[in-house]
Structures are given as C-alpha cells and as structure tokens.
C-alpha cells in the first residue's frame, strides 16, 4: 500500500480501553494528501479482506475448502494472497510515470519520478527525528496452496476504483436534464 501511494507506513500498538487489549494500527507518513488517501485506502481494502478472509475461514470449517492447515493458518495464506492480488491491481490505478516510447509524453514521466524522489526525501528526513524501532525479520513459511490460489482469484475480483479528481480542469460533469 505504501509503495504505491509513495508514504511510508509505520505500524503501532496502543492499549485500547473497549476491547482491553493491545490493537494494531497503521499509520503513513507522506506528502499530503498522499497519506490520507493511503490511509483510506488501507482502511477500505482491511474491511474488504477481512470480510473475504472471514469467508474463506468459514469455508474451510465447514469443508467447502480443503487444506492441510488449521483454518486460521489457511485464512492467513489466503489472505497474503489476496493482498497480493489487490495490490496488483492497485497499481494499475495509481499513476506513474508515462510510457517513453510515446513522443506526446516525452520528459513527462521523468518529473514525476523526480517530484516522487523528493517526497521520499522529505518523508526520510521527518522520519529521522522520530524514534522509530527496525522491522522485525519475516521467517520463512510454507503456505498452503489452495489458500493460495483461493486468494489469488479472490483479490482479483475486488471492485476497485479511481477516484473522480484526475487533475484535469474541469471535473467530469453528468449531462444536464432535459
């Protein structure tokens, strides 16, 4: 998700007081209004993959799904899985810098590049006078297959959508009534 907003995303634990436990939170710091959109965005597709994941756990229990795991160990390979496939799709949606090869969009696509790697520069240097601890190292695990594919098939089928702002002049309009 940060990558493809350009933010960093920073994870934090806080005591909450209702469910009297720790929760995690994401949090992303970026050029504004990037970290809000991330932050949206992030919000948006955890409720979709949760209620995916709820789903494909519930399958697993009852039989409908196979697999060789415990059904919250299959619910996490799906859900990695589906994570993957959403992003793919994200970064479809997200412009980048344009084609090269394409005579109209000469140097166009390189002052993009240029104005994100100033962001990252300033998202670097607000970042260094916080304390903020390293990522932990990710262990290596075997996953299951079918959670897999079920995943795969699953974040591809998420309805995403540009926003209407395109940076254009004129926002598009619907026709008037006649």
């Known amino acids: 998700m940060a990558k493809v907003f350009n933010v960093k995303a920073l994870r934090y634990t806080h005591w909450c007081e209702t469910k009297k436990n720790r929760v995690e939170r994401a949090k992303f710091v970026g050029v504004s209004p990037a970290q809000h959109i991330a932050l949206y965005a992030y919000e948006t597709l955890l409720a979709k993959l949760t209620q995916a994941r709820n789903a494909y756990v519930a399958g697993v229990r009852t039989g409908k799904f ?9 619910g996490d390979h799906f859900a990695i899985a589906w994570v993957f496939a959403v992003e793919s799709k994200l970064q479809e949606l997200v412009p980048r810098g344009e084609d090269p090869t394409m005579p109209e969009h000469e140097g166009a696509g390189q002052g993009l590049v240029a104005v994100e790697a100033q962001h ?19 262990r290596d ?14 974040g591809t089928k998420v309805d995403l959508h540009a926003g209407l702002a395109n940076g254009a002049e004129h926002a598009p309009a619907l026709p008037p009534r006649t």
């Open 66 to 74: 196979r697999s060789s795991y415990s059904a919250p160990t299959a």
């Open 120 to 138: 990252q520069a300033l998202i670097e240097s607000y970042l260094a006078d916080m304390q903020i601890g390293k990522a932990r190292k990710v």
């Open 141 to 154: 695990a075997e996953l299951d297959l079918n959670a897999q594919i079920a995943g795969m098939l699953a």
